[in-house]
């Protein structure tokens, strides 16, 4: 029988080329964001994050936007390398719910070396 | 540092079998968390405890899921009887003050 299951965003980019992976959020009471990197058989791995007083963030190859306006959130991931084929997800926090964290469904990079 | 240990990394059961799954997370981290991955659901956070106390276990699906922190080192996340639906991957995940959380390698478990 068919399987139904979560349909995850995919992304293809080429090699050294940029990445962007979008990410929705839900509550404009969220305060925290982190990005997750999850390779295939392992568990999420931190990436980076920004609070709600900050539009961007930068780390190493890798930027966060936040829009607090539009709720929105974006990874963006230069010069991308084929070790950064992975799930991405975005994390939020909500003040009100203490510590939780609440995950989206996550989006599909797959780099084309 | 060893970072969020988690055993088994892999069972497989059989249906009615008690499963108990183990985490150790990061010293000093005062929550921890558990979660279970499934490609129906995605991500879903079960339970989590604030200095080896239970803040939130509306995420637990059933009575038949229990989980425990008797110390800031160990955790337990029981399963009885456990259910063909119950397969999945189970993480644990420990944070720090500053809320960043770090998760363990998970527990890939197969009911039959």
């Known amino acids: 029988g068919e399987s139904v299951g979560l349909h995850l965003p995919t992304l293809s980019v080429q090699e050294g080329d940029n990445s962007i992976i979008n990410c929705a959020y839900s509550?404009?009471?969220?305060?925290?964001f982190i990005w997750y990197k999850q390779e295939s058989g392992k568990g999420p791995q931190f990436i980076i994050d920004?609070?709600?007083?900050?539009d961007k963030r930068q780390g190493q190859r890798v930027t966060v936007l936040l829009n607090k306006t539009v709720k929105h959130l974006s990874l963006q991931i230069a010069a991308t390398q084929p070790g950064d084929s992975a799930v991405y997800f975005c994390?939020?926090?909500?003040?009100?719910?203490?510590?939780?964290?609440?995950f989206g469904t996550g989006t599909s990079l797959t780099v084309i070396p | 540092d060893a970072g969020v240990i988690q055993s088994p990394r892999h069972e497989v059961t059989e249906m009615g079998q008690e499963v108990t799954l183990r985490c150790k997370p990061i010293?000093?981290?005062?929550?921890l968390f558990w979660y279970r991955q499934t490609m129906m659901r995605g991500l879903e956070l079960l339970i989590y405890?604030?200095?080896?106390?239970?803040?939130?276990d509306s995420g637990m699906p059933e009575d038949r899921f229990s989980a425990k922190m008797p110390n800031a080192s160990f955790s337990t996340l029981k399963i009885q009887p456990s259910e063909p639906r119950d397969s999945a991957v189970y993480f644990c995940?420990?944070?720090?003050?500053?809320?960043?959380?770090?998760f363990g390698p998970g527990t890939r478990l197969t009911v039959l």
């Open positions: 995940a420990s944070q720090d003050d500053r809320n960043e959380q770090f």
């Open positions: 994390a939020e926090n909500i003040p009100e719910t203490g510590n939780q964290f609440y």
């Open positions: 509550n404009s009471a969220s305060d925290y």
């Open positions: 920004i609070r709600s007083n900050m």
């Open positions: 010293s000093g981290h005062n929550s």
């Open positions: 405890f604030n200095n080896n106390v239970p803040i939130d």
